[in-house]
């Protein structure tokens, strides 16, 4: 193994126990359950929105914030197990990606070059979910590589997929 699979690895793994924590916390709030939290986050986002940020809170986010607290709450887990694992780490990444930016959206800071650039939570986690994606980070150490081998031998391949 490189020693640039040892910081792939790394960060794979700090950006999984993000996702893990933050998703644990909801559950710990009751996000499984009700949608409290979640209404009180939007109301407060509502107040201030404008344009599409305000379209799609009225549209997507607030009627459907029953559907989305327990979503968010389990996705956030359910993320921070894939990468945590290595299992499907190029769908997870994107599906954070995408899950990052809603929640952007849904605040206003998508929009606003101080908030979304200037944010430690907003840039660095987009940045670190695409570099996890682009380096197919499940191969270093997790289980994407086991399942890799494993179809390679059965299509009659070399038992090793080469990743670059």
Not at 45 to 53: P, V
């Given at each position: 193994?490189k020693?640039?699979?040892?910081?792939?690895?790394?960060?794979?793994?700090a950006?999984?126990l993000t996702?893990?924590?933050?998703?644990?916390?909801?559950i710990?709030?009751?996000?499984?359950t009700?949608?409290?939290h979640?209404q009180?986050s939007?109301?407060?986002y509502?107040d201030?929105a404008?344009?599409l940020?305000?379209?799609?809170l009225?549209?997507?986010?607030?009627?459907?914030s029953?559907?989305?607290?327990p979503?968010?709450?389990?996705?956030?887990?359910a993320?921070?197990?894939?990468?945590?694992?290595?299992l499907?780490t190029?769908?997870?990444t994107?599906t954070?990606?995408?899950m990052?930016?809603?929640?952007?959206l849904?605040?206003?800071?998508?929009f606003?070059?101080r908030?979304?650039?200037?944010s430690?939570?907003g840039?660095?986690?987009c940045?670190?979910?695409l570099v996890?994606?682009?380096?197919r980070?499940?191969?270093?150490?997790?289980l994407?590589?086991?399942?890799g081998v494993?179809?390679?031998?059965?299509?009659?391949?070399?038992?090793?997929?080469k990743?670059?």
């Amino acid at each position: 193994m490189k020693h640039s699979d040892y910081f792939i690895l790394f960060l794979r793994l700090a950006v999984a126990l993000t996702f893990l924590e933050i998703g644990y916390s909801k559950i710990e709030e009751g996000w499984l359950t009700s949608d409290t939290h979640l209404q009180k986050s939007l109301s407060g986002y509502h107040d201030n929105a404008r344009g599409l940020q305000k379209t799609f809170l009225e549209k997507v986010s607030i009627p459907l914030s029953a559907v989305w607290s327990p979503l968010i709450a389990l996705g956030e887990i359910a993320l921070g197990i894939s990468l945590f694992i290595g299992l499907f780490t190029r769908l997870s990444t994107m599906t954070g990606l995408i899950m990052v930016l809603i929640f952007h959206l849904t605040n206003g800071n998508l929009f606003s070059f101080r908030d979304f650039i200037g944010s430690a939570w907003g840039i660095m986690t987009c940045v670190s979910l695409l570099v996890l994606f682009l380096t197919r980070s499940g191969y270093r150490w997790g289980l994407d590589a086991m399942i890799g081998v494993t179809v390679s031998k059965r299509k009659g391949k070399s038992s090793r997929t080469k990743v670059n």
